[in-house]
């Protein structure tokens, strides 16, 4: 059967655009359909964005740390304004970056929605194109609830770019969305109320990080409602929301966010008519070299379900570009994957979690080292943040099995050890290793005995 193209990459993030150029650079021809900005939810709404205001909300905590070195600050003063148009040009840089890369590498792109029409046809407007391999890369969106109010919630797709700085914000959730907003808008100058309907923030992180981590959301200022829900959100004729929780507290603020998660964004596409299976949580099936029910359509990043990560979207584009064009070696392994919430302290993990550790091998077998400390950056301000690292080990084989931290930079302290566990290393080699004097990173190479 002759086909108009190669491959159609359904979706231009992180994944598809990655499967898009290397293949075109291996000689396949290869078409791309997006009806949203290139770069997908990372660099639109998504990672780029949220790190950008993170560095802005950490400026808030430094001008008054700064004090107790020796600086005089007066007049500070925030424009929500300049924040979110610079972010913006920035976003349209790495926008015209993508498409640049496109354009150099040979791929076609087509500016629309697109919709499979069987397993080989997709249709974008009035165009059908015929194709030998599909490949759905369409990303998620961000999952508001249904209820009588969900029309007044603001979500993080929309939270870029309010007209108007919220004084006053209530956000909905307790994972890393909800708690990385709470302390961007803390930072910023906001009051905010976080609902958390659990017990605690961050679920599937390490117990001890996720206690810490609200301790020092909570010095910051940050207010957490625990084991609490939203019942109504009326909106107010001078444009603020009245709302009230399920303890019939309640307050006015000027945006309420969602931030309970996203879903993966299949509507449109046309998966039932070419035969596509997807799950319950509406994410679409596949086995492990992203195969979906149909012989010659694929599927991969966060419309999978999997691990909602841009380098694992791009890792996973890498194995299945191997897996049609390569020799076939490679595959996925989603073990010792690090991961970093960009919350003030931030967060960074990679590896088991005490808790995991504890299921899998049992709790005899399990050394627990932990500092928990304040760094030498706070000794002349007031500000009383503290740091926490921790190193879960099998005592068996000495294996360090994960390790946490809650701390400035700590995605970047985090990364070269990720390097260390994916390599193999044993707590004797942390024990070896000298660290560097003075920084906070060492204190992992100086943990000699272990809580527990």
């Known amino acids: 059967m002759e086909f108009d193209i190669d491959l159609f990459v359904v979706g231009a993030g992180s994944g598809g655009i990655r499967m898009a150029r290397m293949a075109a650079q291996a000689g396949i021809k290869v078409m791309v359909a997006d009806n949203n900005p290139l770069g997908g939810t990372c660099v639109n709404v998504g990672c780029i ?12 905590h430094d001008f008054k740390d700064s004090a107790g070195f020796g600086w005089q600050l007066s007049d500070v003063n925030f424009n929500w304004r300049t924040l979110v148009s610079n972010t913006r040009i920035e976003i349209k840089r790495l926008n015209n970056i993508y498409e640049g890369l496109l354009s150099e590498s040979g791929v076609e792109f087509i500016s629309g929605s697109a919709c499979l029409v069987d397993s080989h046809h997709v249709k974008v407007g009035d165009r059908v194109i015929s194709a030998e391999r599909i490949l759905i890369a369409t990303g998620g969106y961000p999952y508001v609830p249904e209820s009588n109010y969900a029309g007044l919630l ?15 914000m209530l956000i909905i959730g307790g ?7 709470a302390s961007i808008f803390n930072g910023l100058g906001s009051k905010v109320e976080l609902v958390c309907r659990g017990n605690a923030i961050l679920r599937g992180f390490d117990d001890d990080i996720r206690l810490f981590l609200a301790t020092e959301l909570e010095r910051q200022g940050v207010n957490i409602h625990f084991n609490r829900n939203l019942v109504q959100v009326t909106k107010l004729q001078q444009g603020s929301f009245w709302v009230r929780l399920d303890d019939k507290s309640e307050y006015e603020v000027d945006v309420v966010l969602s931030a309970t998660g996203r879903r993966p964004r299949i509507t449109g596409l046309g998966l039932e008519q070419a035969g596509v299976a997807v799950d319950q949580r509406g994410a679409i ?39 049609w064009y390569g020799k076939g070696e490679k595959y996925m392994d989603y073990n010792l994957v690090p991961t970093a919430v960009f ?36 000794s002349l301000s007031n500000n009383k943040e503290r740091t926490l690292m921790k190193l879960v080990v099998d005592s068996n084989t000495d294996r360090v099995l994960g390790i946490h931290m809650v701390g400035e930079y700590a995605a970047e302290v985090l990364q070269g050890f990720a390097v260390a566990l994916k390599a193999g290393a044993c707590k004797a080699d942390f024990d070896r290793t000298l660290g560097i004097h003075p920084s906070s990173a060492e204190e992992f190479v100086n943990m000699r005995t272990p809580v527990y």
């Open 343 to 378: 919350s003030q302290p931030s967060v960074s993990t990679v590896g088991l979690t005490e808790q995991q550790a504890q299921n899998k091998y049992g709790h005899g077998r399990i050394n627990i080292f932990r500092s928990d400390f304040k760094a030498l950056k706070q």
């Open 175 to 181: 994972g890393y969305t909800a708690v990385e907003f």
């Open 49 to 60: 964005p949220k790190k950008l205001y993170a560095y802005a909300s950490q400026f808030g």
């Open 154 to 168: 603001t979500t993080s797709d929309q939270i870029f770019d309010l007209p108007k700085f919220p004084r006053r």
């Open 285 to 323: 099936c596949v086995n492990e070299y992203f195969q979906t029910s149909v012989h010659n359509i694929y599927a991969l990043g966060d419309v999978v379900g999997r691990m909602e990560l841009t380098p694992v979207a791009l890792a996973e584009a890498m194995v299945l570009l191997d897996h």
